[in-house]
Structures are given as C-alpha cells and as structure tokens.
T-cell receptor, first 113, second 115 residues
Framework: GAVVSQHPSWVICKSGTSVKIECRSL??????MFWYRQFPKQSLMLMAT?????????EQGVEKDKFLINHASLTLSTLTVTSAHPEDSSFYIC?????????FGQGTRLTVV | GESVGLHLPTLSVQEGDNSIINCAYS??????FIWYKQESGKGPQFIID?????DKRQGQRVTVLLNKTVKHLSLQIAATQPGDSAVYFC??????????????FGGGTRLMVKP
C-alpha cells in the first residue's frame, strides 16, 4: 500500500522553540493533506486541511499563527509548532490523500519541556 | 492544570470469537467511510472502506456494514486474534465542505482480545 512518511517520530524541545514536522507521500501524489493532534486515550482531532499550493483551512479553535502549515508540493507538507509550550505536548499525525483512501504517517510525539 | 480526557469504550472478546465495533456518524452528506486500527504509539492503519452507495463490504476477516437510515457504521472482525487488540476508529468523509476531502473521526473503541 501507499506509504506516508512522517519525520521526526519523536522530538523533545525547550519551551519557546519552534518545531517542524514533515509529512511526505512516498509513492503517490497527495492532493490533500490533513494534520491531526491526539491526546492520550482520545480520538484524533483534525487541526487543519491543506490542498497543494493553497492556504490551509484550520478547524475552529486552532491558532493558525501557532501551527503553521505549508503544502508546497504534492508530496510534502510541513507543520511548524511555533513558540512551543508544554501544553503543546501531544502526538501529531499527518494524513495524505490522493485519489483514494487516506494514508497516515507514523506520527510525531512532541514533548515540550 | 489537569486535562479531562475521554475514556474510550472498551470491547473485550475471547480469542477466536467474532468482534463487532459500532460507530455512529452525524453528517447525512458523508459519502465515504473508513475504519482505522491504531496500535499504541503508532499512527492509524487503514483497514477497510465503504462508499455510501453500498451497504456492505468484505475484506480479509473484516466486514463493514453501513446503515444510512440511522447513520450507523459497524466493523465486524471474524475469529478475533490477539494481534487485533488496538483502538479502532471510524472516519467519515464530509463531502459537502468547501475544502473538498476532509476526514472526521469518531471517538474510538478499544478492542481487547483475551487469549
């Protein structure tokens, strides 16, 4: 099946720094990419949807200036958590979708200390 | 401060028995549904999908049933194995939004298989 690679898988950063997470579709062109956040024992929460070459559409309550999303090509989207704080610690998962079903990256565990 | 999280409903089954995981969706305009399996610390893994013009779809050991009248989706796993232990999420494609494809997820069900 199609592969979506997410990097890094785990990152620890100091409060106040910015962290960039990459999501790549390895063998298909992803016209749409989704970014999700997941707290322990909870469901995935959609943060934003991005279509290649256009601005991301953010869900209500998600700060677009804090969670910067770039979808510059059909195979790469990035999520940058700016000025991270401990409450941003979470599991972030991307999903990429071409013509068929959506495939997920492995997820990135962000710990802000 | 302490955050309040949701407790996932848990389904506990004996190895070899069949499992049925249920999901209710809210948007009558949703036209595509997917079941995902998520093991601890990993991203969701695609299991099976179904389009709204179908009532049933079968895969290997799994069957998805769609009841559009009551907006209900179920995942049946035959001969459940210990490796099936995971959290299962249903997702619906909200086909009526301007952003195009958008997946929204149900709350998830934890499946525990007893040997």
């Amino acid at each position: 099946g199609a592969v979506v690679s997410q990097h890094p898988s785990w990152v620890i950063c100091k409060s106040g720094t910015s962290v960039k997470i990459e999501c790549r579709s390895l063998d298909f062109q992803a016209t749409t990419m989704f970014w999700y956040r997941q707290f322990p024992k909870q469901s995935l929460m959609l943060m934003a949807t991005s279509n290649e070459g256009s601005k991301a559409t953010y869900e209500q309550g998600v700060e677009k200036d804090k969670f910067l999303i770039n979808h510059a090509s059909l195979t790469l989207s990035t999520l940058t958590v700016t000025s991270a704080h401990p409450e941003d610690s979470s599991f972030y998962i991307c999903s990429a979708r071409g013509a068929g079903e959506a495939f997920f990256g492995q997820g990135t565990r962000l710990t802000v200390v | 401060g302490e955050s309040v999280g949701l407790h996932l409903p848990t389904l506990s089954v004996q190895e070899g028995d069949n499992s049925i995981i249920n999901c209710a969706y809210s948007n009558s305009a949703s036209d595509y549904f997917i079941w995902y399996k998520q093991e601890s610390g990993k991203g969701p893994q695609f299991i099976i999908d179904i389009r709204s013009n179908m009532d049933k779809r079968q895969g290997q050991r799994v069957t998805v049933l769609l009841n559009k009248t009551v907006k209900h989706l179920s995942l049946q796993i035959a001969a459940t194995q210990p490796g099936d232990s995971a959290v299962y999420f249903c997702a619906e494609n909200r086909g009526d939004n301007n952003a195009g494809n958008m997946l929204t997820f149900g709350g998830g069900t934890r499946l525990m298989v007893k040997p």
